[in-house]
Nanobody, 124 residues
Framework: QVELVESGGGLVQAGDSLRLSCAAS????????MGWFRQAPGKEREFVAA????????NYADSVKGRFTISRDNAKRTVFLQMNSLKPEDTAVYFC?????????????????WGQGTQVTVSA
């Protein structure tokens, strides 16, 4: 059974950077699209970024484009989210998710395996 464990969240100031990691167990990681989503209090879960199984294609929400970068290391079964120029509106719980169907989707329902999330808080 595949499990995803996020780490790297924390409390930072606006303009700072953070790097989130998501470590996966199981062999399906290297064959799957990986995505990052976030959910702020009182809001729906929203797409942040996704990357194909081979790392060649990535997709970003407009709100993070140019500031966030998704990458992966299949040998280490880990996907990363480098977040630069953080803003208070980036405050949320960040989740990584796996889609064995490789759809590079922005829809949460297309991902069937989720981590427990890591809190990112950006102060003004």
């Amino acid at each position: 059974q595949v499990e995803l464990v996020e780490s790297g969240g924390g409390l930072v100031q606006a303009g700072d950077s953070l790097r989130l990691s998501c470590a996966a167990s199981g062999r399906t990681f290297a064959l799957s699209t990986m995505g990052w989503f976030r959910q702020a209090p009182g809001k729906e879960r929203e797409f942040v970024a996704a990357i194909t199984w081979n790392g060649r294609i990535s997709n970003y929400a407009d709100s993070v484009k140019g500031r966030f970068t998704i990458s992966r290391d299949n040998a280490k079964r880990t996907v990363f989210l480098q977040m630069n120029s953080l803003k208070p509106e980036d405050t949320a719980v960040y989740f990584c998710a796996m889609d064995p169907g490789n759809r590079l989707s922005f829809r949460p329902n297309d991902y069937n395996i989720w981590g427990q999330g890591t809190q990112v808080t950006v102060s003004a």
